[in-house]
């Protein structure tokens, strides 16, 4: 078994990307670099995607703990579209469910040459912990860590407010749902606070008020009206019911939609360019009207777009580490 060894920082000493576990510690300069990188593998619809042979040789291995529609579908394309060898883990039937320890099944593939885990787990720590004990020549990338961070998903929007807005200097996002348990918001937070000098406005219902402190120089409110008036970016939430152990204290859904909801009413608070969106999965009339989802400034479908292209910049990032 290999011990934790000193290589389990994000970036290396020469400051490349040897692990992405949360945006934090990453620099403006650096996160312009991955996100003019995603770009560079967009093409227009209808046109072959961009394919690069940079992963060839190299293997990717996907360990989702936890459900994923976009994450996981998009790092496995941009995986093979980067020339990889991938493995999707069913962990369903895999042998952690005969007891296996977490740490036993990675060096268990390590020991099958594996460069790469994409990691999603309902623990905080997982990303990191694996990253501490795996060998120095191996990559780990967060694709969804409990309540504390989801990179990519942060890059990706941040890619998506820079495509509609020009900027990522000056704006003011809204994001509106279940701040309380939102690995989104924190990661999308943490990347505006870095690129420039933005208004965040938070906005929960009672009960699910996010710890401020994670937060560093947002706002919070539960005043839905207020939060939305003048903005240039809204972004709705689901509510993660999967993470509230006390479910009797929640709103309808009927009544969500009415006192939190994203509605045609509400986003008409907003700038008139004010782009929607939602990193999914969407609960369609509960935290966003199906005519928002669907609407004129919906950017919703543009943030999966580049959720593949984010994502192949990140594995190619971490393979130049090496
Ligand atoms: N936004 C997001 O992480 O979606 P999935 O859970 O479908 O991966």
């Given at each position: ?6 290589f ?28 003019d ?12 995607p ?13 360990l ?22 991938v493995?999707n883990l ?16 990675i060096?268990t593939?390590?020991?099958?040459q594996?460069?790469?885990f ?5 623990s905080?720590?997982i990303?990191d ?9 191996v990559?780990?990338l967060?694709a ?14 941040l890619?998506t ?7 990522l ?10 701040i309380?348990h ?18 965040i ?13 994670n937060?560093?120089?947002?706002q ?11 903005a ?8 993660q019911?999967e ?6 204290s ?14 045609e009413?509400?986003?008409a ?21 199906g005519?928002?989802a669907d ?15 984010i ?11 090496r």
């Amino acid at each position: 078994m290999s011990t934790p060894n000193k290589f389990s920082a994000q970036l290396t000493e020469d400051g490349k990307l040897r692990h992405l576990l949360r945006l934090e510690g990453l620099s403006r300069e650096f996160i312009t670099h991955l996100l003019d990188r995603a770009e560079s593998y967009q093409r227009p619809a209808g046109d072959t995607p961009a394919r690069d042979t940079i992963l060839q040789g190299h293997t990717v291995a996907n360990l989702f703990f936890e459900p994923s529609t976009r994450t996981r579908a998009s790092f496995e394309l941009a995986a093979k579209r980067l020339s990889a060898d991938v493995l999707n883990l069913d962990v369903n039937m895999s042998s952690r469910i005969k007891g296996e320890s977490l740490l036993d099944t990675i060096y268990t593939l390590q020991a099958m040459q594996v460069d790469i885990f994409v990691v999603r787990d309902a623990s905080a720590g997982i990303p990191d912990f694996i990253s501490s004990n795996v060998q120095s020549q191996v990559s780990v990338l967060n694709a969804g860590e409990s309540d504390v961070a989801h990179p990519t998903q942060g890059l990706l929007d941040l890619l998506t407010i820079r495509q509609n807005k020009q900027t990522l200097d000056g704006l003011t996002v809204t994001i509106i749902g279940d701040i309380a348990h939102s690995r989104v918001a924190r990661s999308v937070s943490r990347g505006l606070t870095i690129m420039g000098d933005n208004e965040i406005r938070l906005v929960a219902p009672q009960g699910l008020t996010p710890d401020m402190g994670n937060y560093p120089g947002a706002q919070f409110t539960h005043d839905i009206n207020a939060a939305i008036e003048g903005a240039d970016v809204v972004m709705a939430l689901r509510i993660q019911r999967e993470r509230i152990k006390e479910k009797s204290s929640l709103m309808t859904n009927h009544e969500y939609l009415q006192y939190f909801g994203l509605t045609e009413e509400r986003i008409a608070l907003a700038k008139p360019d004010a782009i929607i969106m939602h990193p999914g999965p969407m609960n369609r009339d509960v935290e966003i009207a199906g005519a928002v989802a669907d609407g004129p400034q919906s950017v919703i479908t543009q943030q999966v777009r580049n959720g593949l292209a984010i994502r192949m910049a990140v594995l190619a990032a971490v393979m130049e580490s090496r």
